[in-house]
């Protein structure tokens, strides 16, 4: 088992920051990439950003250049910082982890970003 605890989400008017971060907890060790998702009202979850144990990075084309991930892997913390905010970025966001071998993945409980134009 992977605990989740997300902080950082927030109001914010468009072109300003915030900083995301995910702390897990558990069976840590067995962890293999960490991420970001958000969801929308009324869409699907997506995908914002992910990284592995080793740096390795991707991103959606929607935040690309604006969203920045990294990793801490001694604290087996995630983190997000978000410049230049869009509304278009307004939504949930979801930690998850995917673990090695089987691709059991947990996600967090969310964090709410609001973007005011």
């Known amino acids: 088992q992977v605990q989740l605890v997300e902080s950082g989400g927030g109001l914010v008017q468009a072109g300003g920051s915030l900083r995301l971060s995910c702390a897990a907890s558990g069976r840590t060790f067995r962890i293999n990439s960490m991420g970001w998702y958000r969801q929308a009202p009324g869409a699907q979850r997506e995908l914002v950003a992910t990284?592995?144990?080793?740096?390795?990075?991707y991103y959606a084309d929607s935040v690309k250049g604006r969203l920045t991930i990294s990793g801490d892997n001694a604290k087996n913390t995630v983190y997000l910082q978000m410049n230049s905010l869009k509304p278009e970025d307004t939504g949930v966001y979801y930690c998850?982890?995917?673990?090695?071998?089987?691709?059991?993945?947990?996600w967090g409980q969310g964090t709410q970003v609001t973007v005011s134009s």
């Open positions: 998850n982890v995917v673990l090695i071998g089987l691709g059991v993945q947990y």
């Open positions: 990284i592995t144990r080793s740096g390795s990075t």
